[in-house]
């Protein structure tokens, strides 16, 4: 329903999306009642494959898998050239994660913790929601959101596949204290 839509956003000030095809009517709504847009365009392998250009050009900040890329960089300069305000960030597994700005892209090692990796699944939308929920809601810069977005990927690849034990925000504060 386009006006439950439209009052719920109204009521926002994040909106992230997936990018099934249903949520793309949901973006000019969004953009025009000045919500900030993040979209997680997955494992991409073309910027431009159509499917994801109007996620990529509604969006203030883009979270992506670098799984299908040896390097993210490359991926992250054609889309700060497409659009030099977004923020561009990458998942790279093990290898930690990139950062794109318009001052340009920054890595960052992998957290460590002493719970072993169990499952990887979710790790994608533990980092969006750490990051998000850090920069856009509670005002971390962007390294400590990164940081937070890191603590909740690392700390989702600790439990088996399941929404019964997500990283709380007490959780997350205290393992960003402990952190290097």
């Known amino acids: 329903d386009p006006a439950i839509c439209r009052w719920l956003l109204g009521e926002a000030k994040l909106a992230h999306f997936n990018i099934p095809n249903w949520a793309r009517q949901l973006l000019p709504m969004a953009k025009e009642l000045g919500v900030t ?6 494992d991409v392998v073309n910027l431009r494959d159509g499917y994801r250009e ?3 050009e509604y969006a203030d900040i883009v979270f992506f898998s670098a799984v299908n890329h040896a390097d993210p960089a490359p991926l992250i300069y054609e889309l700060l050239n497409w659009k030099p305000n977004l923020i561009a960030v990458s998942g790279m597994g093990a290898r ?3 950062l794109g700005t318009r001052e340009g892209i920054r890595y960052f090692e ?7 990796v169990i499952d990887t699944n979710g790790a994608g939308d533990g980092l969006a929601v750490g990051f998000l929920s ?4 509670d005002g971390y810069s962007l390294d400590d959101a990164i940081r937070r977005g890191q603590i ?4 989702t690849c600790t439990q088996k596949a399941s929404s019964a034990n997500l990283i709380t925000r007490d959780l997350m504060s205290a393992y960003f204290q402990r952190a290097p």
């Open 54 to 56: 109007d996620f990529i």
């Open 37 to 42: 847009i993040a979209c997680d365009i997955q």
């Open 96 to 98: 930690g994660c990139a």
């Open 134 to 137: 850090s920069y856009v809601l």
């Open 152 to 155: 909740a990927a690392r700390y």
């Open 110 to 116: 992998p957290i460590t913790m002493p719970a072993p």
